[in-house]
């Protein structure tokens, strides 16, 4: 994760003109089923609002560019859930690991249309809880409303807090503001990881 957002921030600093195209393709990755545990997705909207408060960047396309990737990303999911239903079982990575969409399984049934929203904010879930909610036959304009509304509050939020992490930071190197940022998303992905247990032991 620390070389991969290290490499991309380097990129986008580099290369500004690059930076819509690299955070969309990112954020479609991290929502995406069958990518989003190979996209630090999490990670690279973090780092470039680091860029934004540095003023490489101009925040709303960035966050612009982070919410269409997020929709598209649980858009197809939910597609592909609903078109092969329960044949996704027997597709990798579930084939593998089964558990990861009886997770999702679960969390849809307990919470229902509102699992797509709440599960935008917890690694593990973002991708599978859209193809989930398809092969559950989930209602088309209420997935979308919940995909588009999580994704509204997702990106711009990352963004922010990067460019807020750097305010602090102050005027350090590239690389110092890289480690603050994985050990921010680390702890990100920690606490997401304590709440949905409580969401689902409560």
Do not use: C
């Not at 593998?96 to 919470?111: K, S």
């Not at 599978?128 to 509050?153: Q, T």
């Not at 990352?158 to 930071?169: R, Y």
Request: net charge positive; hydrophobic share 55%.
């Amino acid at each position: 994760m620390d070389h991969i957002a290290t490499q991309t921030l380097a990129l986008i600093k580099d290369n500004p003109e690059w930076a819509l195209l690299i955070v969309g393709v990112t954020a479609f990755g991290e929502s995406f089923v069958f990518l989003s545990l190979l996209f630090p997705g999490t990670a690279i909207l973090i780092a470039s609002g680091a860029l934004v408060s540095d003023g490489i960047l101009k925040p709303f396309p960035i966050i612009i560019a982070g919410i269409v990737g997020a929709v598209l990303g649980d858009t197809i999911s939910f597609w592909l859930g609903e078109r092969f239903g329960p044949a996704m079982q027997r597709v990798w990575p579930y084939r593998d690991h089964p558990e990861r969409l009886a997770r999702g399984v679960r969390f849809f049934e307990r919470f229902g249309g509102s699992s797509v929203f709440i599960g935008r904010f917890f690694g593990p879930l973002r991708a599978v809880v859209p193809l989930v909610a398809g092969m559950m036959r989930m209602p088309r304009l209420r997935f979308y409303a919940a995909n588009v509304l999580s994704a509204l509050v997702w990106a711009p939020t990352l963004v922010l807090l990067g460019d807020k992490l750097v305010q602090v930071l102050g005027p350090e190197s590239l690389a110092t503001k890289i480690l603050y940022i994985v050990v921010v998303v680390a702890a990100l992905a920690v606490f997401a990881t304590w709440l949905r247990r409580q969401f689902l032991s409560s």
